[in-house]
């Protein structure tokens, strides 16, 4: 069973959110999420079913949207994943096929049988200053937060892991054991600054892992669309009205608060240099094991 954990610092800053087995859920996860969770684990998966898995915040939506072009051969805007963790599996069980899911939990919550190597997921992860900036942000533009408080507040709470689906180090170092120890080859690793810097090369790789073929011209088409540029100006002109109904009663802007920036390095715009020393000395201390690295600029 879950229990409520609840922070709150003396300059105001909060944190109430759910806790299950050691790691923090968003408090959005129905019920006691034990009872949620039994039923993901036992979910039959379908051959053609893509997850895409990160911390939030680190490109679930581009990937999603890519993903979701290659797998239908249409370079249409489909709008927001279903997310295993919120919506209710008899409900998932019904989405026609192809079905994409999202999700910001780790391998060990995913279906049984897409750890027995059925359907195909994409891991993607971003750099955690830009990671940090956005999920700050994006927490501000929810009706319902389980946030509250500064930006200095904030960084502190993620820095130690206090935060929405607790901490980004953890989240990587969980990917990297699967990475090491999981022998399945339905799993492929992105990264958010790869993507910037080379879409059309991701999206190839990409294509190739869902087993697809496609001539250049529609890999390029759905690159073009996916463009940071292309997706924040025409998705809300193009996608379903009940997809723009969610958005309205999640967002206090009543837009979807995804498309903001796209940038790597944004951070630089709200790390103040003692903010960014500080980070810097937890990320060195933290990352001292780890086989990846990330680029911040
Ligand atoms: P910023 O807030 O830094 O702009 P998620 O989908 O996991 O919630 O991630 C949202 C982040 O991905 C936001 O970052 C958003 O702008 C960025 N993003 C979404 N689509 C993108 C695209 N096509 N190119 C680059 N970044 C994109």
Redesign the pocket.
């Known amino acids: 069973m879950c229990e409520w954990v609840e922070e709150t610092d003396p300059d105001g800053t909060h944190l109430k959110t759910k806790k299950y087995e050691g790691k923090l859920y968003v408090s959005l996860i129905p019920g006691n999420i034990k009872d949620h969770l039994e039923k993901v684990e036992a979910m039959e998966v379908r051959d053609d079913d893509t997850f895409i898995m990160?911390?939030?915040?680190?490109?679930?939506?581009?990937?999603?949207?890519?993903a979701s072009m290659l797998r239908s051969g249409k370079s249409t805007y489909i709008g927001s994943p279903h997310f295993l963790e919120y919506n209710d599996i008899d409900m998932l069980d019904k989405l026609p096929s192809p079905r994409l899911f999202?999700s910001?939990m780790t391998f060990d919550r995913l279906p049984r049988q897409v750890r027995e190597g059925k359907g195909k997921a994409f891991v993607?992860s971003?750099n955690p200053k830009?990671?940090a900036?956005?999920?700050f942000?994006?927490l501000q533009k929810l009706t319902k937060t389980d946030f509250h408080g500064s930006w200095e507040g904030f960084l502190r709470f993620y820095a130690e892991g206090k935060m929405v689906y607790g901490s980004w180090f953890d989240t990587l170092f969980a990917w990297e054991k699967t990475k090491t120890t999981y022998k399945g080859d339905n799993l492929m690793y992105l990264v958010?600054e790869d993507?910037?810097q080379d879409?059309l090369s991701d999206v190839t790789k990409m294509a190739s892992f869902l087993g697809v073929t496609y001539d250049k011209e529609f890999l390029e088409e759905v690159t073009d669309r996916?463009?940071?540029?292309?997706?924040?100006k025409t998705i809300m002109e193009e996608i379903k009205p009940q997809e723009q109904d969610f958005i309205k009663r999640v967002s206090e802007e009543k837009k979807l608060p995804?498309?903001?920036?796209?940038?790597v390095g944004?951070w630089k715009n709200y790390f103040t240099v003692a903010q960014s020393e500080t980070f810097d000395k937890i990320y060195e201390e933290r990352m001292k094991d780890a086989k990846c690295t990330f680029r911040f600029q």
């Open positions: 990160s911390y939030p915040k680190s490109g679930t939506h581009w990937v999603f949207t890519i999202a910001h993607v971003r830009d990671v900036v956005s999920l942000l994006f958010y993507m910037k879409l996916c463009t940071f540029k292309t997706m924040a995804i498309y903001r920036k796209g940038e944004d």
